[in-house]
T-cell receptor
Framework: GESVGLHLPTLSVQEGDNSIINCAYSNSASDYFIWYKQESGKGPQFIIDIRSNMDKRQGQRVTVLLNKTVKHLSLQIAATQPGDSAVYFCADHLTDSWGKFQFGAGTQVVVTP | KAGVTQTPRYLIKTRGQQVTLSCSPISGHRSVSWYQQTPGQGLQFLFEYFSETQRNKGNFPGRFSGRQFSNSRSEMNVSTLELGDSALYLC????????????FGPGTRLTVL
């Protein structure tokens, strides 16, 4: 079936380094993608999104890259900070689907001093 | 602008009971989607409501139901609770377009004993 999966369950990164979190999706009909950050005891928090007609989008310290050819999505966090420690999810929306996103398993990012 | 609110934040129930969870979307948002989050299955889509109508439904048994009121507030109900229903239940609100950004609430942690 369709799935959105993350390549690495845990990513350890040193404070100040850049982080890259990867995500694979399987459905070519996905038209919209969102990255969320979830801290312990909280709901997922919107980070950045990208539509399927784009291949790159930048926010504050974050960049999302979309490669539709290989169905791959990545989130880059620049100058990672301790507050970036959390679980990161990619989510994709299927064209013609109302209000439903498919979520990956999540990647735990641990920032070490 | 106030975010998505969910009540209660924590619930403990026993098998066979039923439970009702509430979600108030961001002001102006008319769509509410519900998700179940468990360690084993991740985030799974339950259903989506817009203008008091269910527009989409995930693969959950009929014990899971929902509704939406004219002010866009939504409730979900789980009847005949099972141990496996223990999870974090998240609601997300959006304006209601087909591929629209979803913003999540803090969730309701349900424990079934």
């Amino acid at each position: 079936g369709e799935s959105v999966g993350l390549h690495l369950p845990t990513l350890s990164v040193q404070e100040g380094d850049n982080s890259i979190i990867n995500c694979a999706y399987s459905n070519s009909a996905s038209d919209y993608f969102i990255w969320y950050k979830q801290e312990s005891g909280k709901g997922p928090q919107f980070i950045i999104d990208i539509r399927s007609n784009m291949d790159k989008r930048q926010g504050q310290r974050v960049t999302v890259l979309l490669n539709k050819t290989v169905k791959h999505l990545s989130l880059q966090i620049a100058a990672t900070q301790p507050g970036d420690s959390a679980v990161y999810f990619c989510a994709d929306h299927l064209t013609d689907s109302w209000g439903k996103f498919q979520f990956g398993a999540g990647t735990q990012v641990v920032v070490t001093p | 602008k106030a975010g998505v609110t969910q009540t209660p934040r924590y619930l403990i129930k026993t098998r066979g009971q039923q439970v009702t969870l509430s979600c108030s979307p961001i002001s102006g948002h008319r769509s509410v989607s519900w998700y179940q989050q468990t360690p084993g299955q991740g985030l799974q889509f339950l259903f989506e409501y817009f203008s008091e109508t269910q527009r989409n439904k995930g693969n959950f048994p009929g014990r899971f139901s929902g509704r939406q009121f004219s002010n866009s507030r939504s409730e979900m109900n789980v009847s005949t609770l099972e141990l496996g229903d223990s999870a974090l239940y998240l609601c997300a609100s959006s304006r209601g377009d087909r591929a629209d950004t979803q913003y999540f609430g803090p969730g309701t942690r349900l424990t079934v004993l």
